[in-house]
């Protein structure tokens, strides 16, 4: 096991009815806050009124941001920092999925920032003092309710990239699963699909001795197989709702990635935000499509033991030898994800070969990508193209 | 899954030579620390003068308590109170194993009450303001480096008891696995068997929706199987004594209870400390002798399938009916902790039927115990019959 530090401090609020006991979280960070929601949604299923209500009962001021993207763009994240400066905010509260928060924790860190956010992802500025921030959360998926990271894109140049710092983690989040009961079939499945990327992300390294942590990650993907169907078809069963919810923070608040190699392989996250950085697709499905792709073109005599370990640990694979183990494994995936009605190729979402040297050009612009097999950008492209 | 909160606060710097890591830690929060440690191991294996001239070397004072016992005594505590208070020592260095740090808590708690420390045990004292505490940890078993619990003994009343609060959390917990290499086989041993009884307590609850959290607990579970004897026959086996090491951790960190009824079952520890109250065995040596005693005490038609689930998710079991699968997985216990050389039964360890029922009175003094079953006197000296 590599060495690590481990230190997730934010305060986790699972279940029925939690919304409540944030506010003395809140009121412990400040006096005035910014609202911070997405397209609506939270209209529809009354968290919103929820929220404000709880708010006004207790005398605390908020701002509202509205219309955060499904991939929140650096637009919003400089109208948020907007905001919270001319009001003087001193907290803010995203309510909603995975872009909300994300876009919250940039908008934190902008508003002590001295330039444009959009250098946080360019690696051009360290975040500092960001605001303190809380979620309440509305879709099981990104996992950013217990971590420091954001993905954000940007609309003018087309990229999608990551930011993140330990102080971006959010003071609380709220997790009431029947907050998730309005989501759709389609963000469910993308949902069960990001979060079970995350946990491949973090499993497929080199170490073999991380037995632990690579046992904790294939309970985190079983709870995925065993709920993610069932909660498309019964959108308000509880025990499916909240299995993955947690499943889904459990999945990238650091654990999965203790005693392993640089923090996890992301060749395929760091590919897929190229697909939806041009096309605007949904992250999860965008995953379903790359995954497969990127499995069967990284493995090989010297990792097929790990892709075997999955297959045999997850989908009850019974194959000795290791290779042949580990393609029935990449298959079992693909039928995991088609089980979820997930896309199963870039033609499925109407995306052709047009931009795939292009993605592959911008995905290693730091470099080349992944631990499991480092890729250059025409792995990048040649995996794209076995996507199409 | 039941509603729960989650917070664990300590910062964990786990890996070789990371003692280094925790001195801006302490200096964080004080300039003079009570350094306590157990019976002198620390003093050959090199940790103590690691300890010592890291603390010399950074300038920060200390007084030393040393000769924290294995079932740590109220009397340690109150000695450790004293050497606080007179010097107005702020920080507390635990170095050791549980049993060490277990005393610092309760010598943190004591520090600010006015009053016997051994209060906080009899319930009559609520934990206000401690101490912070550090560790070091050197043996792989209790995982009181990452919560706020302890157990202390009263070797005047031949009592063992718990006591508890969040703000008894460490705030840093190194954890070197290199500092294991010299625990003996017999600890090595019952620090295995501490931990998965750990994980069978939060494991064996009633609860049948909390499949995310069981499938973490079969992962530690199977940590212990892979790795227990291996450490004890390769002491120097770094990656199983890292993989125990942070099993440990895991076992009792929280992650395990949430969102299951009451925080796990924990009538097999409470019936464990009325042993080793009175007859000062190693811990997790009694906890070899109760187990598999309370699992075929409670075993019955209506928990079956939680028997047999560990039965077939961690050792395989093939059995299709329900109780006959779980009777196997008993058996299966049993041979695993015969494998690591603990003792099975009291025989085993000198002990007859003279207090069975006095255990039984003192073990229930509060009520009932366990989630599983509730457990009377009567029944914990059934079970400790069936254990002779």
């Known amino acids: 096991m590599k060495s690590f530090n481990f230190n997730t401090t934010t305060k986790i609020l699972f279940g029925k009815n939690k919304a409540e006991e944030m506010i003395p979280e809140i009121k412990s960070r ?3 806050l910014l609202l911070a929601y997405g397209g609506g949604s939270i209209k529809k299923n009354g968290v919103y009124d929820k929220v404000v209500s709880l708010l006004k009962d207790n005398n ?3 701002k509202e941001l509205s219309g955060i993207e499904p991939n929140p763009r650096i637009s919003s994240v400089r109208e948020g920092v907007k905001i919270c400066r001319e009001n003087n905010l001193d907290f803010i509260l995203a309510v909603g999925g995975g872009s909300v928060v994300d876009a919250c924790k940039a908008i934190a860190a902008g508003v002590s ?6 250098d946080f992802m360019m690696m051009k500025a360290k975040v500092k003092n960001p605001l303190p921030i809380g979620v309440v959360l509305t879709l099981a998926a990104t996992g950013t309710e217990m971590n420091g990271n954001a993905v954000i894109s940007n609309e003018e140049t087309l990229q999608k990239r990551p930011m993140g710092a330990p102080s971006l983690c959010p003071a609380f989040s709220v997790m009431d699963p029947v907050y998730t009961y309005s989501v759709n079939k389609w963000h469910t499945a993308a949902g069960a699909t990001d979060i079970i990327s995350h946990v491949f992300e973090f499993y497929f390294t080199p170490d073999k001795d991380a037995f632990v942590t690579d046992g904790v990650a294939e309970a985190i993907m079983k709870t995925c ?8 078809d019964s959108p308000e069963d509880y025990e499916a709702r909240a299995n993955l919810m947690w499943a889904g923070t459990l999945a990238i608040n650091g654990l999965l990635s203790l005693g392993k190699t640089g923090g996890g392989d992301w060749a395929t996250h760091m590919i897929e935000h190229e697909i939806s950085a041009i096309y605007d697709l949904t992250h999860g499905a965008g995953l379903a499509i790359v995954f497969p792709a990127w499995m069967q073109y990284v493995l090989d005599e010297d990792n097929a033991w790990k892709f075997a370990k999955m297959a045999r640990n997850v989908f009850g694979v019974k194959i000795e030898d290791d290779i042949e183990a580990a ?12 089980s979820l009605d997930m896309p199963l190729s870039l033609k499925d979402v109407d995306i052709d070969d047009q931009y795939l040297e292009e993605m592959g050009e ?27």
């Open 60 to 62: 605390i001021k908020f």
């Open 113 to 118: 920032y001295d330039g444009d956010p959009w």
């Open 225 to 232: 197989i065993e709920y993610g169907r069932k909660a498309i």
């Open 362 to 388: 911008k995905c290693t612009l730091f470099g080349a990508v992944g631990v499991m097999r480092k890729l250059e950008a025409k792995d990048v492209t040649a995996i794209l193209k076995a996507a199409l």
């Open 30 to 32: 400040g006096n005035s």
């Open 327 to 338: 393609k029935k494994g990449i298959e079992e995936v693909k039928k995991y994800f088609k």
